[in-house]
């Protein structure tokens, strides 16, 4: 929606990693130094961590177009918790082998060969494992053993590990990795953007999709970017996203602190939503299951009924709430002229004019609730149907 309002070509701070919007902070840059020392090498582990949102993903997206793919085959995992036999039949597949049943030798013996079959054709092979803080220790093991392999003097795999911090740590002190450690040749910790890197990073990512200055920023505002962000990369993403939607719906050619702060009590305010929600579902007793009941065929793409409803009930309400202020302000603006007759005591006209003023606050009070109640139910329609090109068209 925001980038047809602002005339940009794109949505410059999506989520997901894209090597167009990649932007080399200083600590990308000594990254991608050591990336391209590790590789050179050939062999053993490179090791690049940074905190959730951190840019690694990127980096890699960033890594994967510069590479030559007539010499080097790459193969690319996501990890969640996997055990040593199972990390080694992933990774088979990872590099396209077929591995029937669960055999672990059977698959190690798949991948020794198309390992050694790849460096005859002058290839060599990369793996890059992402998520390792989630590998089990004897995944871990799996990948020390299959640094091993070699065609005569010739290693035939190089791991390229991604995690978050606590796989740093893990690394760096228990005790079984002795010898996975001894072969990591090259590592990296990414750190968050500094407050001026975060206002260049907005703007390289806007200037991506073709901005011109509208819409302009208030001053002060990235340097708040910065501290409600601590300038990790997705969650900027994440805030800009929200913030250039808020400008859109209000069509503002200026994006302010004040915007920005509403933005950050809707985000808090949805957190807190999703944690009472679980906390709900972990404490609510578990009833007996009804029949089902007929229901309409959803159509695809649709929201579903439940938040329909919910959000039908939310608007009712404040409509009824805004009905009741309009009637209470209707009655105390009757009972003003009475008040203002020469029959009335100085002290009813008093009393009058304060129910006014006081009838006027609350409606004032209730319609500035209404305004945000719609605003971000509006925020939330918007955000789900673009998460999915699928919905789009509604």
């Not at 925020?379 to 673009?386: A, F, G, P, S």
Request: proline fraction near 5%; glycine fraction near 8%.
């Amino acid at each position: 929606m925001y980038e047809t309002f602002y005339g940009f070509s794109g949505r410059p701070f999506q989520l997901t990693p894209d090597p167009q919007f990649y932007f080399e902070s200083v600590s990308h840059k000594k990254a991608m130094s050591y990336l391209g020392y590790g590789l050179s090498q050939g062999e053993g582990f490179i090791v690049i961590t940074g905190e959730v949102g951190a840019g690694k993903s990127t980096l890699v997206a960033h890594l994967m177009e510069r590479i030559d793919p007539n010499a080097l085959t790459v193969a690319q995992v996501v990890t969640s918790a996997l055990d040593g036999a199972e990390i080694v039949h992933v990774i088979a597949q990872a590099f396209g082998l077929p591995v029937e049943g669960h055999d672990k030798a059977t698959a190690l013996g798949l991948i020794e060969r198309f390992l050694q079959d790849e460096a005859r054709a002058g290839r060599r092979c990369l793996l890059i494992v992402d998520e390792c803080q989630n590998l089990e220790l004897t995944a871990l093991e799996e990948l020390r053993m299959l640094s091993n392999f070699q065609l005569g003097s010739h290693p035939l795999l190089q791991s390229l590990l991604l995690g978050q911090p606590e796989f740093r740590t893990t690394l760096a002190q228990h005790p079984g990795l002795e010898q996975l450690r001894q072969r990591i040749i090259a590592s990296h910790h990414l750190e968050a953007l500094d407050a001026g890197e975060v206002e260049h990073y907005v703007c390289h990512r806007l200037a991506h999709v073709g901005w011109d200055g509208n819409p302009d920023f208030e001053e002060g505002l990235l340097d708040a970017l910065y501290r409600h962000t601590g300038g990790i990369p997705r969650r900027v993403n994440q805030v800009m996203n929200r913030l250039l939607l808020l400008g859109a719906i209000e069509e503002r050619t200026t994006l302010g602190l004040a915007m920005l702060d509403d933005v950050m009590a809707e985000m808090s305010a949805d957190q807190n939503r999703g944690a009472r929600g679980q906390s709900d579902l972990r404490s609510a007793p578990v009833a007996a299951p009804a029949a089902p009941m007929p229901q309409e065929p959803v159509p695809q793409g649709s929201l579903p009924a439940t938040e329909v409803a919910a959000l039908l009930a939310t608007r009712d309400a404040r409509t009824a709430e805004l009905e009741a202020a309009i009637s209470e302000l209707q009655a105390a603006g009757m009972a003003r002229p009475a008040a203002d007759s020469p029959a009335a005591s100085p002290e009813e006209a008093a009393l009058a004019e304060a129910r006014l003023a006081a009838a006027l606050e609350r409606i004032e009070a209730r319609l500035e609730e209404q305004e945000q109640s719609f605003r971000h139910v509006l925020t939330m329609l918007i955000e789900w149907l673009e998460e999915d090109p699928s919905r789009r068209a509604a």
